[in-house]
Each structure stands twice: as C-alpha cells, then as structure tokens.
C-alpha cells in the first residue's frame, strides 16, 4: 500500500525552525543595533565637519576672530549674539528667529525635542574668549590640532531631553563642567578642534580633565 507524500512539519521539525529563528536574530539583533549607533555617531561627527566649514567662513568675515562663548560688553564685535547665533547663517540657517536653530546640523540624532524647547546638541569651549568674555583672535591659538573648539553637549537642567536648552538668561550653549558633557554614543564624544577636523575624543578622558580645565592644552587654546 502506497502512503501519499508527507507535506506538513511534525512539532518537533517547528520547534527546531522557530530555535534556529531565535538564535539568528539573538546574534543579528546586537548587530543592527551597534551598526546603527556607529552610523548616530558618525552623523554626529559629520555635523562637526560642518560646523568646522561654518567657523572657518566666519572668520574670513571676522578678521580671523572667533566667535564668542558668552554674551560679552565690547571687544572685536559687541552685538551681543553668541557663537551658535553667529553660525547658523552659515550653516543655511537664517530665517529662524534669535534662540532658535531649525538646521539639524545643531541637533544630536538621539537628542529629543519637546514641545517648543530649543535645543542644542554641542557646546563651544567656555575659553574661547577672553577674561571679559571678548572673542580672540585664531592667532592666539598655540595648539589648534590639540585643542576643541565644540564638544558634544547637554546642560543639566535640561537633562531629560539630553540635549543642551537655549536660555536668554545665561546666552550661551558652553562647555562648563562635567555636567555639560555627554556621552550619548557609548562613552564616545564627537569633538571639533581648533585646525577644524572633527574626532573624537573617550568621555572618560573629559570627564577626568574638564574639572581642571585650564591645566590641559585639550581645553585651553594658549597651551
């Protein structure tokens, strides 16, 4: 007697498919997700690069000075505006209004906005000025392969949308403490420097050297 060819999977056939299953998303699953954090990381440097573009079109304009961290009296420019303000025309971000940044290049791909805050992903060095909070010039600059211009960022009162806020109290987006760094990428930080190549830098290294600043030529131009 002829029996008809089995077409159907016993139990144990399905179980060892759906086993197989889970083994292969277990070691792709890790995967996808590293691949999509290196690709956040490397959007994020990208917007250095971009940045760096921006600062140096800023200082043709400026007779080589840089912009300034924080609001300041007087010095080379006096309007008051601080450096993402000065940047963001270069960066095809004019219309927006004074405190606000509508180019995602000041965004963080893993910073959130809520509601109708305004956030900012990078903080410039708070040293890049002078004592009064003047811009200086580049060629004050000892090291600038050695030292940042814009380090990844977020201010701690505004720590649950991991980003930096803008505050027409303090005027600036700067890097103050270790509170003002972040490590959104796995414990790296995207950093510009002063010669205008984007890198990276360990979040335990800045947080190791940020609470004595002044005494690294990584934070202090005039090293």
Same mark, same amino acid.
């Given at each position: 007697?002829?029996?008809?060819? #089995?077409? #159907?999977?016993?139990?144990?056939?399905?179980?060892?498919?759906? +086993?197989?299953?889970?083994?292969? !998303?277990?070691?792709?699953? $890790?995967?996808?997700?590293?691949?999509?954090? =290196? @690709?956040? /990381?490397? %959007?994020?440097?990208?917007?250095?690069?971009?940045?760096?573009? &921006?600062?140096?079109?800023?200082?043709?304009?400026?007779?080589?000075?840089?912009? $300034?961290?924080?609001?300041?009296? @007087? @010095? *080379?420019?006096?309007?008051?505006?601080?450096? &993402?303000?000065?940047?963001?025309?270069?960066? %095809?971000?004019?219309?927006?209004?004074?405190?606000?940044?509508?180019?995602?290049?000041?965004?963080? /791909?893993?910073?959130? /906005?809520? @509601?109708?805050?305004?956030?900012?992903?990078?903080?410039?060095?708070?040293?890049?000025?002078? +004592?009064?909070?003047?811009?200086?010039?580049?060629?004050?600059?000892?090291?600038?392969?050695?030292? &940042?211009?814009?380090?990844? =960022?977020?201010?701690?009162?505004? *720590?649950?949308?991991? !980003?930096?806020?803008? =505050? =027409?109290?303090?005027?600036?987006?700067?890097?103050?403490?270790?509170?003002?760094?972040?490590?959104?990428? *796995?414990?790296?930080?995207?950093?510009?420097?002063?010669?205008?190549? *984007?890198?990276?830098?360990?979040? %335990?290294?800045?947080?190791?050297?940020?609470?004595?600043? +002044? +005494?690294? !030529?990584?934070?202090?131009?005039?090293?």
């Amino acid at each position: 007697m002829k029996h008809a060819p #089995r077409n #159907r999977f016993t139990l144990i056939e399905l179980l060892v498919v759906v +086993s197989i299953i889970a083994i292969l !998303a277990g070691l792709l699953l $890790p995967a996808l997700h590293q691949a999509r954090e =290196s @690709g956040i /990381r490397i %959007s994020c440097i990208s917007n250095m690069k971009q940045f760096g573009n &921006a600062y140096s079109m800023y200082l043709n304009d400026f007779k080589d000075y840089l912009p $300034p961290s924080g609001k300041h009296p @007087g @010095g *080379a420019v006096s309007d008051g505006k601080v450096w &993402a303000e000065r940047l963001k025309e270069y960066l %095809s971000d004019t219309k927006s209004a004074e405190g606000t940044f509508n180019s995602p290049v000041f965004l963080c /791909r893993k910073s959130r /906005r809520t @509601g109708s805050l305004q956030l900012m992903s990078y903080g410039q060095v708070v040293f890049l000025n002078d +004592s009064q909070l003047r811009p200086i010039p580049m060629r004050n600059v000892k090291r600038p392969g050695k030292s &940042a211009a814009l380090v990844e =960022s977020h201010y701690p009162y505004d *720590a649950e949308d991991n !980003a930096n806020r803008f =505050s =027409s109290a303090r005027g600036y987006f700067q890097i103050l403490s270790k509170d003002t760094i972040t490590g959104r990428h *796995a414990g790296i930080v995207p950093v510009l420097y002063l010669d205008w190549h *984007a890198g990276t830098e360990k979040l %335990s290294f800045l947080n190791a050297t940020v609470t004595s600043m +002044s +005494s690294y !030529a990584f934070w202090c131009y005039y090293y």
